[in-house]
């Protein structure tokens, strides 16, 4: 703070003031001093340091650690339309600056860290102004209670609603728990609990409101704070979001490609593999835009180069799918380095590998030094300029991280995983967006973790390992809503279910049905992208005794001809479907780009006057235009859908016209989804 000089007001606030930006820093007698920084429009950074009655805290990595999720080009000189008091010892309260409305009062403690010495943690109170706020937000996950791995019980697989109020989050990320500290309240405020380490959020119910943080291990309160304009109505979401872009950063327009249908599939074990299933959707003339391969693709993970036996030229491989079906190539990485790797020694004497995972070692991508070396050494000559520009980063939420699905998480040069584990994920997403953003080329990642900020990385967040199962589709439409209003815009699911725990025949009558189903869903989502290791092996001619097959055969064919003529008959009515909606996406992209805004929003998002647009969990709009209500039960002919009021809905495909503010059950053959479009 040495280029600030200091201002004291008549209240003793020290105000301090450098190019124009107003920080204060509220000086009080009996606990921690508080500073509050203008950070975008009408919104504040508040960072409270612990009591000196408590040890300073030990940091190893002070100079990374400046902003955590927020970014440095949004700052103004005052915070606009919001203001931030002391309002007691250990008090602060926010409200708008136009109408006086107290937005919530925040009450903090501090205590010496049970969990990692020499830090301290923290509990912070948030008392709303209006107790019946609704909470959005908190990141995707909690939705498969009790289980682990991928042998995910079908009665452990639960349907989070979209409105958390009443609900308890877990901050620290790991397998299936993709939380993000930010939150949006229908009061008129966003919330972002800018600490990156382990603890938990626990939302007050409905007509209560507020929230209860525990923070296991940190230097401080990190918080970040905004409200409305001034004149903007309480109830209006999009200038939160468009304020939280802007103070984390924006996710860059999708490309193109990644706008209509993905194929995936565990796996396809060699290049020829793969070509055959181009020229499978080439001679469909399906709309195809990424052809993605699966993991296992190293003779070792960490080798950071495709096994040359099997992948003898990812180039041409490239190439020819771009020739045969207009595709982008993309190739999988896990985030680990086994001791077998041939990389494994350059790693080790670099300083990069850090912590157990996943039977090696993970990669610790928090300092540039081994961000950059990684890049110029491996992931630049070995793929980028042979053509692989976009990549699958998997098992990036902490599974594996000394044993688990992640209960440890990251030991890094910013410290324990109790501290700063979450920082991770977006480090290393960082490391292959950044480079190929410097080149001119819109970044394109596909990770299963993302913390608060990630989205500036143009990644496309997917919800991991699920079941081939009714239950599973139903739990991952409010999954796909939850990331969204978390400030990560671009989300999908495994079309068809990864077959984790339960998988039926893909020839079956339930499988037909459900992967059917899961295509219409997949249609309307973000991105629209089938994956799965399902029942059977379908291994392309190759023997199991084969060297490609790398100690993990492929699983059952999931391609559009998988399961039968009448069947793909309808799958690909929805791919041809997607390339129609594509001037959509594409518009929905721009939005997303330059406003923040999300892709998939509660019905009360776009009507947050009609009280009865509250509380559907089942039915979600993709963009301003479109409701999607898709059908989840096994055997269900009929949905019953709600219609806002404001305005009158046309099915997409009938054509028949609701009224706003009805409810209706609408017809729901197996061959349609029920979708209406705003008029």
Not at 30 to 50: E, G, K
Not at 90 to 105: N, P, Q
Not at 531 to 537: A, E, T
Request: proline letters at 7%.
């Amino acid at each position: 703070l040495s280029n600030y000089f200091h201002l004291t007001t008549a209240q003793g606030q020290t105000m301090l003031s450098c190019l124009g930006l107003v920080v204060q820093v509220l000086a009080t007698s009996a606990s921690s001093p508080v500073t509050i920084t203008p950070w975008c429009s009408n919104s504040a950074r508040v960072q409270i340091a612990p009591p000196s009655t408590l040890p300073p805290p030990k940091v190893n990595n002070v100079g990374a650690l400046v902003n955590r999720a927020l970014v440095t080009e949004c700052t103004t000189p005052t915070s606009g339309n919001l203001k931030i008091v002391q309002s007691g010892p250990t008090e602060i309260t926010a409200s708008r600056v136009d109408t006086g409305v107290i937005l919530f009062t925040a009450k903090y403690e501090f205590s010496r860290s049970t969990v990692a010495a020499g830090f301290i943690s923290a509990n912070l109170t948030l008392t709303p102004g209006d107790a019946n706020e609704k909470i959005y937000g908190l990141g995707q996950g909690e939705w498969n209670q009790g289980s682990s791995g991928c042998a995910t019980p079908r009665d452990k697989q639960v349907v989070i609603p979209l409105i958390r109020n009443g609900q308890t989050i877990g901050l620290h990320q790991r397998k299936f728990h993709v939380t993000i500290p930010f939150f949006y309240s229908t009061a008129g405020y966003g919330f972002l609990a800018n600490m990156p380490g382990s603890g938990s959020v626990s939302v007050g119910g409905m007509g209560q409101g507020g929230t209860t943080w525990s923070f296991d291990a940190d230097v401080g309160i990190d918080l970040w704070v905004s409200t409305l304009p001034e004149g903007v109505m309480a109830s209006a979401a999009a200038p939160i979001y468009s304020q939280y872009a802007d103070a984390t950063g924006h996710s860059p327009m999708l490309r193109e490609d990644a706008m209509i249908f993905w194929q995936s599939r565990n796996r396809y074990m060699t290049s020829e593999i793969a070509l055959e299933v181009a020229q499978g959707y080439a001679d469909l003339k399906l709309p195809v835009g990424v052809l993605v391969i699966d993991y296992k693709n190293q003779v070792h993970d960490g080798d950071f180069q495709p096994d040359p036996t099997c992948f003898p030229d990812i180039k041409a491989l490239s190439d020819d799918v771009r020739t045969l079906i207009n595709a982008t190539t993309v190739f999988s990485f896990w985030p680990e380095v086994k001791a077998l790797a041939t990389e494994y020694p350059v790693l080790k004497k670099e300083g990069c590998l850090i912590n157990s995972d996943l039977g090696g070692f993970a990669i610790d991508p928090t300092t540039s030094k081994c961000r950059d070396f990684i890049w110029d050494s491996f992931l630049k000559p070995r793929y980028f300029d042979k053509g692989i520009t976009a990549y699958w980063l998997d098992e990036t939420d902490g599974e594996g991280t000394v044993g688990g699905d992640g209960e440890h998480g990251y030991d890094t040069t910013y410290g324990p995983a109790a501290f700063a584990s979450n920082l991770w994920v977006n480090d290393w997403l960082r490391m292959y967006t950044e480079p190929v953003a410097e080149q001119g080329l819109l970044p394109m990642v596909l990770t299963r973790g993302v913390w608060a900020g990630g989205q500036r990385n143009g990644i496309i967040l997917w919800s991991s390992d699920i079941e081939s199962t009714f239950e599973e589709l139903t739990s991952q439409i409010p999954q796909g809503v939850h990331s969204s209003m978390s400030g990560i815009p671009w989300w999908t699911s495994d079309v068809g279910g990864y077959g984790c725990g339960f998988s039926a025949p893909q020839n079956s009558t339930y499988m037909r049905e459900l992967i059917v189903r899961w295509y219409q869903f997949g249609v309307f989502c973000p991105v629209f992208r089938t994956h799965g290791c399902r029942y059977g092996h379908d291994g392309g001619g190759l023997a199991p005794t084969d060297p490609c097959v790398h100690d993990t055969y492929s699983c059952g064919a999931n391609e559009v001809w998988s399961y039968g003529p009448e069947t793909q008959v309808l799958l690909e009515k929805f791919i041809r479907l997607r390339l129609v909606l594509k001037p959509y996406i594409a518009e929905l992209a721009a939005n997303v780009t330059a406003t923040g805004v999300p892709t998939m929003r509660p019905l009360s998002y776009e009507f947050p006057e009609d009280p009865q647009a509250y509380g559907h969990n089942g039915v979600y709009m993709l963009g301003p235009e479109y409701l999607v209500a898709p059908v989840t039960t096994q055997n269900a002919t009929t949905k019953q859908v709600y219609f806002p009021a404001g305005a009158s809905w046309k099915n997409y495909f009938t054509q028949e016209v609701h009224a706003g503010g009805t409810t209706a059950v609408v017809d729901a053959p197996l061959e349609t989804i029920p979708v209406f479009k705003r008029m």
